[in-house]
């Protein structure tokens, strides 16, 4: 199938979605699909097995919490591009990443459906709000016509399913979202040392949490522990003001796939604190997969990747709560080891190689 992948979240960002993008991008190529991925322009080139073309400059809001990422563009230049790239490439398929983002993600199946009817058109969520607002279903009522313009639509959890049906009054075929097994995978340790070594994987801002590990870091205060934090975003000058005052804290930025394996692979134990808005949860299988313990919020999304054979749940906010779980597996080896296992059998559950036959389905339907 002659297949394109809209995103306007792409590597080099760190984001869930920009990952998700690469690796399905990167199966379907690897399953004998024309893969084309369109996006805006970061500022790199990439040189991938597929190829990437870029429509428009990048720019970026706060909102829900954290960074979100949209091509600034021309509406009548991103129209007249995107027709020719469709028909330059005969595409057959459009695959819509967040029908929900402005104004592009919104509006690309709404052009790709006036430029061909008979392109079919998917969409798969990839975000839940941190609480529903008054302005959000105001923003609910001019969204959800181009949302229909989606022949099908997809969400990677159940909890985003049941948001999306109850804002937009839509159904979504539910496919998680998968994990690259060839590369993240348990190998040995290369530091050894006596530090019970904490890992956090994310952007540092308010809806990930990073400051609720780092009062609960701050509770325990015990130099054997050291918390590595792997980020950036704009707690960073709160993550800089706890290292002033703990030296077992350290701070690494722009980590690159190859070397966050490495992260994983040295640590004790990863901590997801985040408040909320979470569609699924990546970075848990990211940890699943290289065999870590992992304690998490209770929250929509987590809940469903994590299971409590393989991870701890802490009370959502509650850096009392996340403190005593980290304590009790600091001093509890044989439940450390426990979750190592579960968590690496739970994580060939979302093997990209069985998730990119669940989106072949979709795609299928159409032929």
């Given at each position: 199938?002659?297949?394109?992948?809209?995103?306007?979240?792409?590597?080099?960002?760190?984001?869930?979605?920009?990952?998700?993008?690469?690796?399905?991008?990167?199966?379907?190529?690897?399953?004998?699909?024309?893969?084309?991925?369109?996006?805006?322009?970061?500022?790199?080139?990439?040189?991938?097995?597929?190829?990437?073309?870029?429509?428009?400059?990048?720019?970026?809001?706060?909102?829900?919490?954290?960074?979100?990422?949209?091509?600034?563009?021309?509406?009548?230049?991103?129209?007249?591009?995107?027709?020719?790239?469709?028909?330059?490439?005969?595409?057959?398929?459009?695959?819509?990443?967040?029908?929900?983002?402005?104004?592009?993600?919104?509006?690309?199946?709404?052009?790709?459906?006036?430029?061909?009817?008979?392109?079919?058109?998917?969409?798969?969520?990839?975000?839940?709000?941190?609480?529903?607002?008054?302005?959000?279903?105001?923003?609910?009522?001019?969204?959800?016509?181009?949302?229909?313009?989606?022949?099908?639509?997809?969400?990677?959890?159940?909890?985003?399913?049941?948001?999306?049906?109850?804002?937009?009054?839509?159904?979504?075929?539910?496919?998680?979202?998968?994990?690259?097994?060839?590369?993240?995978?348990?190998?040995?340790?290369?530091?050894?040392?006596?530090?019970?070594?904490?890992?956090?994987?994310?952007?540092?801002?308010?809806r990930k949490g990073c400051d609720i590990l780092l009062k609960a870091f701050e509770k325990i205060n015990n130099n054997k522990l050291e918390l590595w934090i792997v980020g950036n975003g704009p707690y960073k000058r709160i993550v800089l003001e706890y290292m002033e005052k703990y030296k077992?804290?350290?701070?690494?930025?722009?980590?690159?796939?190859?070397?966050?394996?490495?992260?994983?692979?040295?640590?004790?134990?990863?901590?997801?604190?985040?408040?909320?808005?979470?569609?699924?949860?990546?970075?848990?299988?990211?940890?699943?997969?290289?065999?870590?313990?992992?304690?998490?919020?209770?929250?929509?999304?987590?809940?469903?990747?994590?299971?409590?054979?393989?991870?701890?749940?802490?009370?959502?906010?509650?850096?009392?709560?996340?403190?005593?779980?980290?304590?009790?597996?600091?001093?509890?080896?044989?439940?450390?080891?426990?979750?190592?296992?579960?968590?690496?059998?739970?994580?060939?559950?979302?093997?990209?190689?069985?998730?990119?036959?669940?989106?072949?389905?979709?795609?299928?339907?159409?032929?």
């Open positions: 199938m002659r297949i394109a992948i809209f995103s306007e979240s792409f590597l080099p960002l760190k984001t869930g979605v920009a990952k998700f993008t690469y690796d399905l991008c990167y199966h379907l190529k690897k399953r004998g699909h024309n893969v084309i991925l369109i996006t805006g322009d970061f500022g790199i080139n990439y040189n991938f097995d597929f190829e990437v073309i870029k429509i428009g400059k990048i720019s970026k809001i706060y909102a829900n919490g954290s960074w979100t990422y949209f091509i600034l563009e021309n509406p009548i230049l991103f129209y007249k591009n995107l027709k020719k790239i469709l028909n330059d490439y005969k595409i057959e398929i459009f695959h819509n990443q967040g029908p929900l983002g402005p104004p592009y993600s919104v509006l690309s199946s709404y052009f790709v459906k006036k430029i061909n009817k008979n392109i079919r058109t998917i969409g798969t969520f990839h975000s839940k709000q941190m609480k529903i607002t008054f302005g959000l279903k105001l923003y609910s009522k001019f969204v959800k016509k181009f949302i229909n313009y989606n022949d099908i639509l997809t969400a990677p959890s159940k909890s985003t399913a049941n948001e999306m049906k109850e804002i937009f009054n839509v159904n979504s075929i539910i496919i998680p979202n998968g994990i690259n097994l060839d590369k993240f995978k348990a190998n040995s340790k290369e530091i050894e040392n006596n530090s019970f070594k904490i890992l956090y994987v994310g952007r540092l801002d308010y077992n804290i350290k701070l690494f930025e722009n980590v690159e796939d190859e070397k966050l394996i490495n992260f994983y692979n040295n640590c004790d134990i990863c901590v997801f604190p985040t408040r909320g808005g979470e569609a699924f949860g990546i970075v848990l299988l990211e940890a699943f997969a290289c065999g870590k313990p992992v304690i998490c919020s209770n929250i929509d999304g987590y809940n469903e990747v994590a299971k409590e054979n393989c991870a701890l749940f802490f009370k959502n906010s509650d850096y009392e709560d996340l403190a005593k779980k980290i304590l009790l597996l600091y001093n509890d080896k044989s439940l450390r080891e426990k979750l190592s296992k579960n968590a690496i059998q739970r994580a060939k559950n979302f093997d990209w190689n069985k998730i990119v036959l669940e989106f072949e389905k979709v795609y299928n339907y159409f032929t």
